[in-house]
């Protein structure tokens, strides 16, 4: 393959300084080798015998050189120039190639000092990876410097973006593996380079690491040819620079050379635009690194070629056991980086090679910007209640409940211009948040049209980020908060979908976290899920679900929140709650359409607080026992359990019924599961021991199950919620069809109710007439009923 752009000839580096960093890297290399393989005799001060190997090989070699290699040679620019740097490692599996130089820098001994700078730190730093009790393959929350784990492919250039913006001063290196340059949310955010402002945000450097497989298949960028790849690239919007071989003597050079390159090209385009204040679009540049799969392994084993193939990418020496012939590769192998050289007679790194080294938070393993919770500052926010609806009574006036949120961000824009942004694909006016542009537009770097002018929204400066990739977004804002800011990112029901293992992968890291006492504390990560199930009467089925919150529920409860506000003033205090916590994922959800407002402020903030509630105002059985207990969970179910407990005091006058609301739904399980779990007193107390409940739920019903089972009444816990029936319907069609309409509540008190089980068949009669006179005149007129779609509490 022909290079299209030529490898640079210079030689920055002089023959001390090549040899020291050579030496520097081939102390990683053997680290790398030593954490896959070793549990004891980490110096080789022995010949190395079967007691020493770990009786489990785990661990992945190929990409680890290469990782090792960049991180190096990041070192000698950061020392140079005094820069201030963060290393983002996308193939998560070459992990040991970053702990190795994190542990030779000497903040790795700092932070856990049982893993000192001597031969028994050495020893347990080896035994330690990927051994039960230890840390995984991947860079985990328990590597210093780290953000980004890699575990799932495809978030590095996203989350290194994240990082750089508002971080002026901050240049992220990212290595991209080119197995993950395969996936869809890696494809997507190589547009991230047009988001970067140069006047306010840091740099970010790819470096797309091509050594040429996956598990065991070639991967697609390292086998077409350089100029196809650099037109990919430059398509995209980058200044490919590439830098190829497997001479490390020639290849150290080259990356030096080149890295010189890169970063003189990023300072001219940081202070051209800071120098003028305009702030313009980059075209960024960018490295190919291309080196073998498991540079500088053995090249052969067994007869199989091993370095630059595939059987290169995990354990390239596997059953040692036994094998005499593999054991003394294996020692042949560590010995080729000539340990003896790098390390004195304790294991630690000789003077001339910890120079290379920066010191003290200059280290990319030390950076506060990896440990984002040490430089959050918590949000100037304004007084929520300021933005409060005004209503006199519960349930007689209409408001989108998402406007005044849109208010509040605003404002809290306004006072936070530094360290608080907005996400959202291209939703924020149609969920009705546009409120913010009226101090922070679109951020736009790219071409402008006249008609932009006209309500386009968009300024090179603008805080607000709108792309039409979930995943680019999601990225960008965990980058964001991971190096100590805030964020909102807001997004339809039915799209959130796309962003489901993100999502789980960022509560896995936060519950991680929560046992790592050096992490400081992050802001959370704030959802506000909009346009749902019951409000889809134009977009139909494929925009019909509200199963995210079963995903939700599945990770540790520790960082896991979901909140149903059912009007303006509880979505109001709720998203206030949420931007002051921290280490978690808080999911909203609430429509951003025209509906009901049930609580003034001081109310909602009473509801709110408590998370879960009877309302008074909505009830009939104090001072005694209900007959029924009847549910609203979110918006469209809380009114129609509503209408549902209006018909039945209608048609029965001594009927008692028990109404609650449910805005914090982890309150349904027991307090033992969930921090916000209410004890089993306070569940009986709410809802009863043994009369019927009607749970009226946003999403699938089985979720309310999951969450209920162990509770005493569970066996009388009937669930209404969205159960795959649809299509194109007005509202109250849709919920017919899926049976959480009024009606439909109203006949499941009547058939669970005892004494109205034979009683109340005129009025069921009565309820299923209606119920039909309603499907039918929405299938002439196309629209609900005047008196059901405007109906008011009438109490």
């Known amino acids: 393959m022909t ?37 004891d005799n980490p110096l080789l001060k022995e010949p190395l015998q079967e007691a020493h190997l770990k009786s489990r090989l785990l661990g992945h070699w190929g990409a680890s050189p290469g990782l090792s290699f960049m991180y190096v ?18 193939p998560g599996h070459g992990a040991p190639g970053v702990l190795a130089p994190v542990y030779l820098e000497g903040t790795y001994s700092e932070i856990y000092p049982n893993k000192s700078e001597d031969e028994e730190g050495m020893k347990a730093f080896f035994k330690q990876f990927s051994f039960p009790g230890g840390i995984g393959s991947h860079c985990t929350p328990e590597t210093p410097g780290s953000i980004h784990e890699g575990g799932e492919l495809g978030y590095s250039i996203s989350h290194a973006f994240g990082a750089a913006f508002d971080n002026p001063d901050l240049l992220v290196a990212v290595a991209v593996g080119d197995g993950e340059a395969e996936t869809g949310p890696l494809a997507t955010s190589w547009h991230s380079s047009k988001f970067l402002n140069p006047i306010r945000d840091g740099a970010v450097l790819p470096i797309l690491h091509l050594n040429g497989y996956k598990i065991n298949n070639p991967t697609l960028l390292s086998r077409i040819p350089n100029a196809e790849l650099a037109d990919l690239l430059r398509g995209y919007g980058w200044t490919p620079h590439f830098v190829e071989g497997d ?4 290849m150290h050079q080259t990356m030096a050379a080149t890295l010189d390159t890169c970063y003189a090209e990023i300072r001219a385009f940081q202070q051209q635009a800071r120098a003028s204040g305009q702030a313009t679009r980059c075209h960024w540049p960018m490295i190919v690194l291309r080196t073998p799969k498991g540079w500088t392994g053995p090249a052969e084993v067994d007869g199989h070629k091993v370095e630059g193939f595939w059987r290169a990418h995990q354990v390239p020496l596997s059953g040692m056991h036994n094998n005499p012939t593999h054991l003394q590769q294996l020692e042949d192998w560590m010995r080729s980086y000539r340990p003896e050289e790098l390390f004195d007679e304790t294991g630690r790194l000789i003077p001339e090679l910890r ?169 959370s990560l704030n959802l506000l899920i909009t346009s749902t199930v019951w409000r889809q009467d134009h977009n139909g089925f494929t925009h019909q679900d509200p199963g995210f919150l079963d995903v939700v529920v599945n990770k540790n409860p520790e960082v896991t929140r979901i909140y149903l506000p059912p009007d303006v003033n509880t979505l109001l205090s709720t998203v206030n709650h949420c931007l002051n916590s921290r280490d978690d994922i808080n999911v909203i959800v609430c429509d951003k359409q025209n509906h009901l407002q049930y609580l003034d402020m001081d109310a909602a903030i009473k509801h709110c607080t408590k998370g879960i509630g009877i309302w008074e105002w909505a009830s009939n059985d104090q001072g005694g026992e209900p007959d029924a207990v009847l549910v609203g969970c979110g918006d469209i179910p809380t009114k129609e ?32 599961e969930h921090p916000h779990g209410l004890t089993d007193a306070d569940f009986d107390s709410l809802f009863t021991k043994d009369k019927p409940v009607i749970f009226n739920f946003h999403g699938y019903p089985w979720l309310i199950h999951r969450l209920a089972y162990r509770r005493t009444n569970h066996k009388n816990l009937h669930v209404r919620g969205y159960k795959e029936k649809g299509n194109i319907n007005t ?61 008011i509490w009438p109490f």
């Open 3 to 39: 290079a299209t752009a030529t490898q640079p000839t210079a030689t920055p580096l002089s023959p001390d300084q090549l040899a020291k960093l050579d030496a520097y890297w081939r102390a990683c290399c053997y680290l790398a080798v030593g954490m896959i393989y070793l549990r």
């Open 73 to 90: 040679h990041l070192n000698r620019i950061i020392n140079q120039h005094q820069q201030s740097a963060i290393f983002l490692a996308g």
């Open 247 to 250: 001479d490390p003597m020639v």
């Open 355 to 523: 120079e290379l080294a920066p010191q003290g938070t200059r280290r990319m393993s030390a950076s506060p910007h990896a440990n984002g919770g040490l430089l959050r500052r918590a949000l100037r926010l304004p007084d929520f209640r300021d933005y409060a609806l005004t209503l006199e009574q519960p349930g007689r006036i209409r408001a989108f409940n998402t406007k005044p949120t849109g208010e509040l961000l605003r404002d809290i824009m306004a006072k936070n211009m530094d360290n608080f942004r907005v996400f959202g694909p291209d939703e924020n006016s149609s969920n009705k948040l546009d409120a913010v542009y009226e101090v922070s537009k679109k951020l736009w770097l790219c071409d402008y049209l006249p008609e932009d002018a006209d309500g386009g929204e968009l300024s090179p400066d603008g805080r607000v980020l709108e792309m039409l990739s979930e995943h680019t977004l999601e990225g960008w804002y965990e980058g964001y908060v991971l190096t100590g800011r805030h964020g909102f990112f807001a997004t339809y029901e039915a799209f959130v979908h796309v962003i489901d293992s993100m999502y789980n992968q960022h509560a896995k890291w936060l519950a991680i976290c929560e046992d790592i006492p050096w992490r400081a504390r992050i802001s």
């Open 641 to 672: 359990a509503l209408a549902a407990t209006a018909l039945l005091r209608e048609h029965f006058e001594d009927i008692k019924i028990r109404f609650i609301n449910v805005v914090d739904l982890f309150k349904l399980q027991p307090a033992g």
């Open 731 to 791: 509202p109250l069609e849709l919920a017919i069809s899926n049976e959480i309409d009024r009606f439909s509540l109203a006949i499941d008190v009547i058939n669970r109710v005892p004494r109205l089980q034979v009683a109340g068949a005129h009025a069921k009669e009565k309820l299923r007439d209606r119920q039909i006179e309603c499907r039918q005149y929405a299938y002439e007129h196309g629209i609900d009923k005047p008196d059901v779609d405007d109906w």
